[in-house]
């Protein structure tokens, strides 16, 4: 992901930066009679016409609006990091323009995707031990049944899916309502709270769209369908599979888990990166070591 800006930082008024990942665009703008901000894709001529105007200077850009109505909900913020001409990383917090309201919808949970033996166990753990960020494997949510039936070789289907799908973004919302409500209103040390405050890791396959839709939802202010990003952020490991292949057997030949290498072709079938639309994926490098990893997730979005 990089960031491009081709306006200004402007009295605290931006116009015109452009965010982009290596597939998708987004262009950052105002709309009146308030200057909140969302995302658009930005169409491809635009884009074209707009590099020719391209800065980068390497800056710190923070912008910071209120609103007159909200103060506390219309807060929004924008920081650019511009570390290297190459290498820019971008810590955003976008805004969700809810009823004429704004929201800040800092990523609260990190959602560790991808088929079986991508890794998202190893890096997620890592990633939260790194950050000091809470952990959850979605696998330890499945019922019983769910698990026995992999372990003989079948696939989830939906029915089975659905609902391990909720309980976790219930689970989720939890979580979220938790981080919301401590971080503010509360006066004098509370010894829950500091684990209350803390985001969280979950590793969970989330192979389809509409499955990851589910989780998303686990963010209260998320509207179903909108695709706007959130509190729920993912991280795809793509890896492929041969690499898949050389793990899963191993492991399984170490007899180390219930899943069987069989499975992970239904895994791979089921697989689906709506990119264009999901712009609250982000995609890394599955087959670097797991520390790369986790270095690569926390410069991209963290
Ligand atoms: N980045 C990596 N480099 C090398 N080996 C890795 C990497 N990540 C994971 N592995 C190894 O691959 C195997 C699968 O990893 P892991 O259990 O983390 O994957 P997973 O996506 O959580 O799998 P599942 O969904 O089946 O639980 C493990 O044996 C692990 O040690
Ligand atoms: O959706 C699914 O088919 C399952 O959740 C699997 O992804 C397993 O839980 C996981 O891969 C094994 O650890």
New binding site residues.
Partial sequence: MEATGTGFINGGRYSNWVISSSSTTYHLHEESPFHFGHLVKMPRNEKKKKSKSQDFLPLVAHSMHHHHHQPDHDLHHLNILNQQHQQRQIITTMMNHNKGSLETTAPMVFVIM?V????????GELLAKTMDFGFLDA?DFHPVANIEKMSKGIPLNEEDRIPWLETLRDTLRTKINQISSSSNGTYGYDADDDDKKRKAVL?C?ALQKKYREILRTADPNYKPGSYVPGRVKFIYLETPIEVLLN?VN??AAEGK?F?PASLLQSQLDLLQIDNDQEKDITVVD?T???QL?VNNIRSLIL
């Fill in positions: 991808g079986s033996g991508s890794g998202k166990t190893t890096v696998d590793c396959s793990r191993k492991r888990h899943m599955g670097l070591p797991p990893i």
